[in-house]
Nanobody
Framework: QVHFVESGGGLVQPGGSLRLSCAAS????????MSWYRQAPGKERELVAS????????NYADSVKGRFTISRDNAKNTVYLQMNSLKPEDTSVYYC???????????WGQGTQVTVSS
């Protein structure tokens, strides 16, 4: 079955950096677009960044463009999110899923908490 395990979150000061990882299994990872989402308390889950399976270009939410970078390692079935210049408004639980514009699966992992605070 489909499985996502997110990791790498933590507490960081404004302006700091974190690198999130998501290990995926249960589907053909290498040919699947992958995305990162985030959900803050009381808010809907939002798409942060996506990367195609083969070819194409990455896409980012306007709020993170120029600060976040999504990448993948198909040999490890893992997608990453490098987050630089973090802001308090980036505080959320971050999740990954397959798909480019909407989640391909109804299953979600446990997510990883990112807290940006001084």
């Amino acid at each position: 079955q489909v499985h996502f395990v997110e990791s790498g979150g933590g507490l960081v000061q404004p302006g700091g950096s974190l690198r999130l990882s998501c290990a995926a299994s249960g589907f053909t990872f290498s040919s699947s677009a992958m995305s990162w989402y985030r959900q803050a308390p009381g808010k809907e889950r939002e798409l942060v960044a996506s990367i195609p399976g083969i070819g194409g270009s990455t896409n980012y939410a306007d709020s993170v463009k120029g600060r976040f970078t999504i990448s993948r390692d198909n040999a490890k079935n893992t997608v990453y999110l490098q987050m630089n210049s973090l802001k308090p408004e980036d505080t959320s639980v971050y999740y990954c899923n397959a798909g480019a514009r909407r989640p391909a699966f109804g299953y979600w992992g446990q997510g990883t908490q990112v807290t940006v605070s001084s």
